[in-house]
């Protein structure tokens, strides 16, 4: 077999260190470039789970995905999603919308989409061009399952537009081990989610664009870590 794969799990902490949470997710690297992400969310607060499986090509641009999500035990909502130079389209389920079948068009073909896995804001960084690395970078069009903070809407198609800076390379240590990694900015004041807080991401600077660390700054102050990592 030609792929290779990329598991770990993610622990999701709170402001005093307590667990909030974790993401076990799996990444398949096929022999023709495209990537496929496995990810499952568990988010103590609000008791959201979240099931994403996300297929992007051998340029990291998204071809298509599923997203489930369950709140407080009970269903919220389920949905198809299929990406192609026009932009994206959906078919879903919930309890806030029924069923939707809901087309969105971009002017170029979309760069990224986001189903809310900390695993998969990693994706999102792919478009950032390196060879330009000291000036911020406006990402567009991207396209989102949800505007909400926790991801726990919808799901259904959003527009976005936001801008990434990138902060430097350095050699970081987190529970899976010790890593050369790539830290960006997400800039998000003048995006459809402005308000956001501040969010940093450290990827691996090998190009797997795999999470080591991520922090939502104020008022949340909250962190993500990589506490296992396997790759096969």
Known sequence: MQHRTIRG?????????????REYFTMTVHGDGRRILR?????????????????VDAQWRPVEAFVRLTVGDRFLGSGWFQFDADGGRCETFSRD???LTQQLRTAAPPLCFGAHPISGDAWMLTPFDMSRRDQP???????????????????????LTYSLAFRGQERIEVPAGHFDAWKFEFLLDDSEVAGHPPYHVWVTADGDYVVLRAEVGAPRHYSYVLADLERA
């Not at 609000?46 to 996300?54: C, H, Q």
């Not at 990402?139 to 959003?158: D, E, K, V």
């Open 137 to 159: 970078q406006v990402i567009s069009p991207a396209l989102m399952s949800s505007l909400a903070f926790n991801g726990a809407s919808g799901p259904r198609l959003h527009a």
């Open 39 to 55: 990810a499952h969310s568990e988010i103590e607060e609000n008791a959201v789970l979240r099931d994403v499986t996300y297929t």
């Open 97 to 99: 919308d029924g069923r």
């Open 9 to 21: 799990r993610l622990a999701y902490v709170g402001p005093a260190g307590e667990d909030r949470g």
